[in-house]
Every structure is written in structure tokens, then in C-alpha cells.
């Protein structure tokens, strides 16, 4: 960063508030697109001008100026799935089948402490891991939404919270009438916040009755609002719904209305060829979050599948609990592999593309991609820059490929979101760490004394 | 580091060269086993010593004492399948089809550029990528394989260097005799080295005759050297193989007698159970290269089914052209996440087995396990600190397992090999890193150009 000295002094210029000039840009709309020579102009928070460099000196001028060589400018990362909270379980639980995991470890931890304060901790320890690696927009679904929308508030980054629904009492909410009360008041609370929006959250099929998911279909449509819900996630899962309702969980679901184009189905690792054209018809879209899948033994979801079905889908950590990471850049990587090496076909889902579902991709499932996902001018300025420059990463043929196969996330140095700068050169300015963390060994301890 | 005011001045002290004492120290053997309290004594390149250590401080005196609070020390890691001079290909040909990849960018590129000088800097930028992430021991396959024992001998790193053949001429070498003989002058040459190793390395089933393939066994048995082969790494090869001398590659391999306790063979994607059990039987060895394996389109190995068989096994990077990074750490994730979502257990290859895997197993297969792959006394000093204190990786419960699902090759801090210090806090001083960066530079340049 060098602000010392600019040479933005044009003669009846335009003023933005700031311009970054970066190695290259990947703007992810166009598709396929990268640029070099090129500039970014942001004013209030928004994208004023992408323009080749020179035209941008011409025509504006600002008070700060980044210039980042060796580095490239995309847009932030969408994590499309993810129970923040649950950053205080990351590694509390591994090696364990899926059963034992959630009935002798998970779900105790959780009935002792998830309360309020557990969820405050764990929702800014959560942001700070994400932001400091790229990911500048998150999909919440916990008990306690309000909370994690007062740390997203209050260190900046953007989330879509889920007005979470289960069908059993919790510390949180006692029925479905509480749950979805609680939700809506959070909701209304931070109307006037822009950079949080909410989710309907039934938890999944198996813990919502038919009457609470066609409540909630219904209440999607009258606010508009998108369904965050599990489907799919594993075989036995369904094999139990087929017992116990006679249908699969999608069918069901489809006949309540909850499947449309405001839903976000996660997981889905298990779908036939009829489901996924269901699926596609209506405009439903998938959360993908193949280091989870695999880490809790559900299996490897079918995207090439999903992208020839023409189905809209983005990347989710899943909560840390079952990850470890909350690191869009592991997903990223996953998601590429994992279709190649699951059809067999080392051409399936490029780079462009998978880096395409993880911004674009989970603006639009989460109907925010008038706002976020690429590059436009008019867009919010939520970006990332990547130094593509350190010794380990030589050498670089193709920056786009490089930012799948090669980056890890250590490697993003600066982060804005709405045009605020949360970090810098890989430092975090946006929340008290000493403190975040000193919380967090709190209820390690805590937990450790279970 | 701090070896300012050492406590150790016990009387009658056996004297040392150093002691580690680090928070955890995770020895491999006996297997399982994580220690607190504890610190490691180095004498002349060997462990001495692993003591609780107010023991250690009461027996030793040493000249150094590395102090390392928040770091986990353990056996260096082995990368048991790499092709190190290809590290100037990384990104150079992604998201192909294999044989798009092969013919129409990897082979050209090698035909037009492969020569020593190539491989002199494709093996050193590797070794200290590799070196970085804590990878100490590396069995590489390439053509030169003189370059790349320079290379190593000269940064300090141990490796096995490949004596390769195949079944054409190459700037190399002219046929099977000619590749031999060179192979087998490198492998006299650096007799005296104590960190080189050798081992026949056959390309493949398909690029190497009958009679070469019958003289590599007996010459194996007759030299007491490991045999490193690809096999069954697609199921295209396979079918071909069958075709062209109506026996599956394992089966004519086992034939020729190339099978056997001294055998590497790479990938083994695609294995039957009769297959499999043959492999034990004969005690032969197995590489797995999970993210090769998915990036190329491979598949996905049994591994869960190579352990019921009790078939010994290791991890590679393979070349940095097919994955795209030499980094262990993501090998070990890889192989501990896909083994998981193939079989539908989160209870498979748990933490600790592929940690096993990553070092003893390595160390096993390549006939170096009474040298490397634990921290046993009198085993050779070859260790890595990690850090498991950096706040993105908080909270931490079981370091073993944030090894494994959490750790990124940028936590590694120290590493040694022999006893020799090769980096310390991250920085390694073991190569001049400027002038073999220019050097990959220049040969980018020429592959811009091709």
C-alpha cells in the first residue's frame, strides 16, 4: 500500500474514495475473464469504475491509493453454509462415526453450553478466521441468531442469518411458534443494518414437521426471504425419511413448497439424476461443502452433475466442528479435485468455474447478487486482494489456476467489505483479537471440563 | 530459541549437541503415544535422548537448547513419490484431460527443455518448498537423477533418488542399458553420502519390457535397493495392459518378479481384493497420492482396504504438475478426508494412523525405517517444530488431530535433518533462495516461449 505520493490530479475529475491497482483482476463476471493494467475505483462503498489504469488516472481523482503488484483483486468469498458458533468445537470431536460424534460429543457439548454468550465467542471468532482468509460474506444457520448478527455487526462482515426452525425444545426457543418469533424480532432488529439478511432456517426434514415447513414455505414467499435448509447429507438419512414418511426428504419437501427459487439446500450429496431436474426446475440452489461431506464419511457430492443440470450452487465450510477449517480456499481446492476425481475426468470444473460458485454462486442462492459475487461497477465493494508473489508459489504460469490448486489462505493480504477495509497486508483491524481469543480459552476450558 | 542461559549443568553430564524442548512431542513409536513434559537430545546427526525433562536437564549438557512453547515436535515427514524437477511445471497444464495434459503440454514441454540444467533448478526449488512444509526425506523419479543427488546433497535434504527407466530414448538416456548404467554411476557416486539413498525406478508397466523389467528384479535382490514403479494408476492402463498382454500390470509385474518386500509401487488407484492380498503376501509397499490421484482424474484408492490387508503404505506429493503443491501437510488431510468419504466412516484412518503413514510408513517402504520415521534414540535426527499456537488454529483440544485436519506447512517452524538445522522460525538457511528463484524465473521465461 502506498498512499504517499498519488498521481491521481486530473483536470475535472471524478473523486472516489479510493483506487486499487493490483496485479491483475478477476472481476468473475465476465466469466473467464482476468485483466491486467487494470484499476478499481470504490466511492461509499460501492464500485464506481474498472477501467484499464491510465483511463482511471485520467478520469479520477481519490484520496488513497493501493498498489498492489504481485497481487490480484476478486471479489470476496461466499461461505454459503456454516454454523459459526461451533468454531469453539473445532477438533473438540474427530475420528468418531457420525452418530457417536453428535450423541456423545456434539450435542452434549452444545445442551451444557450453547447459550448466549458461547455464541457471541464462538460468531467472532468465526468472522475473524473467515475474513482473515477471504471470506467476506457468511450463511449462518445457529440457536441464537441474534447473537451472531451483533458479532457480524460489529466487526463488519456481511452474513445472511438463519431464523433457525427444529422441532424440540432448546435453551434458544421452546416450540416452532417460538423459534420462528425469536427469528422474525432478530430480523426486524437489524432492518436498517445493510450488510445483514435473513434466512428461513428450518434445520432439516428429519427435525421440522409438515405443518412448521409449510408455515415457513409460505412465510419465504410473503417476505421474500430465502430457506436455508440440510438435505441430503447422508444415505442413511434418507433411508429413515423413506421409513418414516414413505418419501425421500426432496419429495417431501417439494410437495411442502419449501423447494423454489429462494432455496438453499446444503449438502445434497445424495441425489438421483430425477431429483437433480427437479431441483433444477424449480431454481433451487445447493450449498456444496466437500470437506465436511467427506469428514463426516456422507460421501462426495455429484457437481458435475449439478452443472450439467444447470443448477446454481455455492460452497459452504460447514461449521468447524466438522471441517476444520472455516477456509473457503480448502473448498475451493476440494470442490475442483473431488469432481475430478469422481468422474473420473481431469477437465471437470475448472478453476474459472469453481472460483465463479464460490463468489457468484453463493450471491445468487442467496438472492444478493444484484449486490455482491463479482466486480460490477455498482456492486458493493466487498473484495479481496491475494498475493500471488511468495517464493513457495513460483512458479505462476496461470493466476487463476494458481488461486485453486496452489493458494492457501494465508496468502490474502487485504480485505474490504462495503468499502471498509477490515484488513490489511494480512492484519486484521476489525475486531479486538487479544480479547476475541481470550474469550475463546474461556470456553475451551469450559468445555474441557465437561 | 533461547540458549542464552541454559539450565543444564548437571555433574557428571553426558554432553549433547542440543536438546528440544517443545510443549507435545509425538514420537510415532510407540504408536499413539503424545507426550507433554518431555525433551528430545540431538549427538552427532542422531536422537540421543527423549526424557521427561527435568531428566534430561539432570543427565545432559548441552551447547543449545531450543526452547519451543505452543510447538509440537515429531519425525520429519516423507514424501514417498515426487518427480522434483517438475516443480517449474507447477500450473503449467491444469484442468485437462490426462491425455490432453501429457501429450500436448507436459511431454513437449520436457522434450524441448528437460535437460540438467532444468532439472538442477526444478530439484532445488522443490527441495525447499518441500524442506519449508517440513517434508525432510523425498523419493524422486526424474530423468538426471545426478542433478537432482546435487541438488540435495547440496541443500541437506535426504532423498532416494530414483535410478530411472524407460523403455525409450530421452535426452537422458538412449535405451534400457545406457539408463541403467548412468543410474547405476550416480548411485557409486554418491556411495559415501549418508542422506542418499537409491532405488531402480521403472517408469511404468507400459513404458518398460519384459527383459528390462527381469533385470531390474534380479538387480534389486543383487544390490539390496527398493524397486519405485507407477502402477494401476488409471483404469484406462489397466484395460490397455490387459489388452496388449492379456495380464492386469500387477499380475505380469508379480511375473517378472518385481513384486516383492523392496517394491514402491505408486498410486495403485485401482486394486482388487485378490489384487490387494497378493500385494501383502509379497510385502510390497504402496505410495498413495490422494491429490494426484483426484487432480488427473484417477480415482480415489481403497486405503481403508490396504490397511484391513495390513499392506504398509506412504504418502507422495507426486509431481508439483499434477497437484499443484509439494506440501505433505495437505497430503495427510487429503488422505485422512478421502478415506472417510469412500468408505462412509468418519471413523477411518484416524489421525494418528495417517500421521504413521506419512513418516514410518515412508520411512518402510523405502527401507530406511531402522534410520527415519520416529523419534526413536539412535534413529538420525531428522524432526520438525510445529506451531500450534497461531490464534486462526485456536481452540486447539488434540494437537494430533489439528495436525491432521487444522495444520497449514506454513506452521512449520524448525526443521532438521541429520541434526542439521535447515530452517528456524520459519526461515530456511539452507540454500541461497534469491538465486534459485532467478534461475526458475529464467526457465518460466523459456516455457512462455515454447
Not at 458458533?85 to 457420525?98: E, F, H, I, K, V
Not at 417439494?254 to 438453499?264: A, V
Not at 430425477?274 to 462426495?300: D, F, Q, V, Y
Not at 512458479?395 to 480485505?415: A, I, K, M, N
Request: charged share 20%; aromatic share 6%; net charge negative.
Amino acid at each position: 500500500m502506498d498512499n504517499a505520493n498519488t498521481p491521481y490530479s486530473p483536470t475535472n475529475p471524478r473523486t472516489v474514495d479510493f483506487v486499487v491497482e493490483p496485479e491483475w483482476i478477476l472481476p468473475i463476471e465476465p466469466a473467464g475473464l482476468l485483466l491486467t493494467g487494470h484499476a478499481l475505483a470504490v466511492r461509499d462503498g460501492r464500485i464506481e469504475a474498472l477501467l484499464p489504469t491510465d483511463q482511471m488516472r485520467a478520469q479520477f481523482s481519490c484520496r488513497e491509493t493501493f498498489r498492489l503488484p504481485g497481487q490480484l483483486l476478486m471479489p470476496g468469498l461466499v461461505n454459503l453454509h456454516c454454523h459459526s458458533a461451533m468454531s469453539l468445537l473445532r477438533g473438540y470431536a474427530d475420528d468418531l462415526p457420525l452418530m457417536r460424534w453428535l450423541q456423545e460429543r456434539i450435542w452434549p457439548a452444545e445442551g451444557a453450553l450453547a447459550g448466549k454468550e458461547f455464541v457471541a465467542t464462538g460468531s467472532k471468532l468465526a468472522a475473524l478466521e473467515m475474513l482473515r482468509g477471504g471470506t467476506t460474506c457468511v450463511n449462518d444457520m445457529y440457536f441464537f441468531p441474534e447473537e451472531t448478527a451483533k458479532a457480524m455487526a460489529g466487526i463488519g462482515m456481511r452474513a445472511t442469518l438463519g431464523m433457525i426452525v427444529i422441532d424440540f425444545p432448546t435453551a434458544y426457543a421452546q416450540s416452532g411458534d417460538d423459534y420462528l418469533a425469536k427469528g422474525l424480532q432478530t430480523r426486524d432488529d437489524y432492518a436498517d443494518n445493510a450488510l445483514l439478511s435473513f434466512c428461513l432456517a428450518p434445520h432439516a426434514p428429519y427435525t421440522v414437521s409438515d405443518p412448521l415447513l409449510q408455515r415457513i414455505s409460505e412465510l419465504s414467499a410473503q417476505l421474500d426471504v430465502p430457506i436455508h435448509i440440510h438435505m441430503h447429507e447422508t444415505e442413511q438419512e434418507i433411508a429413515d425419511e423413506v421409513v418414516r414418511t414413505g418419501m425421500r426428504p426432496v419429495d417431501r419437501l417439494d410437495r411442502l413448497g419449501i423447494i423454489g427459487p429462494r432455496t438453499i439446500a446444503v449438502h445434497a450429496v445424495h441425489l438421483s439424476d430425477t431429483e437433480m431436474a427437479l431441483l433444477a426446475r424449480r431454481g433451487a440452489h445447493l450449498a456444496h461443502c466437500p470437506t465436511s461431506n467427506l469428514k463426516l464419511g456422507s460421501g462426495i457430492a455429484n457437481v458435475p452433475a449439478w452443472e450439467r443440470h444447470g443448477i446454481t450452487w455455492g460452497l459452504g465450510t460447514d461449521g468447524a466442528a466438522s471441517n476444520n477449517r472455516l477456509d473457503a480456499w480448502q473448498e475451493l481446492r476440494h470442490a475442483a479435485l473431488l469432481a475430478k476425481g469422481r468422474s473420473h475426468d481431469a477437465s471437470a470444473l475448472t478453476a474459472h468455474r469453481v472460483l465463479s460458485a464460490a463468489t457468484l454462486g453463493g450471491a445468487k442462492a442467496l438472492g444478493l447478487d444484484s449486490k455482491i459475487g463479482s466486480l460490477l461497477p455498482g456492486k458493493a465493494a466487498d473484495m479481496i486482494a491475494v498475493r500471488l508473489d511468495e517464493w513457495i508459489y513460483q512458479p505462476c504460469y496461470d493466476p487463476v489456476s494458481h488461486l485453486v490448486y496452489v493458494t492457501g489462505r494465508e496468502q490474502v493480504s487485504h480485505v474490504w467489505v462495503a468499502g471498509e477495509l477490515l484488513m490489511a497486508n494480512g492484519v486484521l483491524s476489525c475486531a479486538n483479537l487479544t480479547e476475541v481469543l481470550a474469550e475463546a480459552e474461556f470456553w475451551r476450558q469450559k468445555l474441557l471440563q465437561l
